[in-house]
Nanobody, 124 residues
Framework: QVQLVESGGGFVQTGGSLRLTCAASGRRFSIYAAGWYRQAPGKERVLVAS???????NYADSVKGRFTIFMDKAKNTVYLQMTELEPDDTGVYYCNVIATVLSETWEADAVEAWGQGTQVTVSS
């Protein structure tokens, strides 16, 4: 139905920047909502940025002012621009998408997809 492929992670020093990319593919679908989650070693996965279905953006307090989530709807691609990175930003980042999929008979269904994760390591 819908598959997500992430890219853009890597190693960066404190204060550096990275842009994560989440490319969605499939047939007869459109993205309804999207988000980026982070899972640090030994910690639970937490939502750091999202685009709700109704529009706009939301950010965790820890990244507000430093991260920006945005989407290119024509390319079905979601991005996370990360600036002023800190060691606490280290973790595996996962893209999450809720999409509307149409069948051959134009029946609609909502599906959820996850990216494979991309490692972000910020050194101090």
């Amino acid at each position: 139905q819908v598959q997500l492929v992430e890219s853009g992670g890597g190693f960066v020093q404190t204060g550096g920047s990275l842009r994560l990319t989440c490319a969605a593919s499939g047939r007869r679908f459109s993205i309804y909502a999207a988000g980026w989650y982070r899972q640090a070693p030994g910690k639970e996965r937490v939502l750091v940025a999202s685009i709700p279905g109704g529009g706009g953006t939301n950010y965790a307090d820890s990244v507000k002012g430093r991260f920006t989530i945005f989407m290119d709807k024509a390319k079905n691609t979601v991005y996370l621009q990360m600036t002023e990175l800190e060691p606490d930003d280290t973790g595996v980042y996962y893209c999450n998408v809720i999409a509307t999929v149409l069948s051959e008979t134009w029946e609609a269904d909502a599906v959820e997809a996850w990216g494979q994760g991309t490692q972000v390591t910020v050194s101090s």
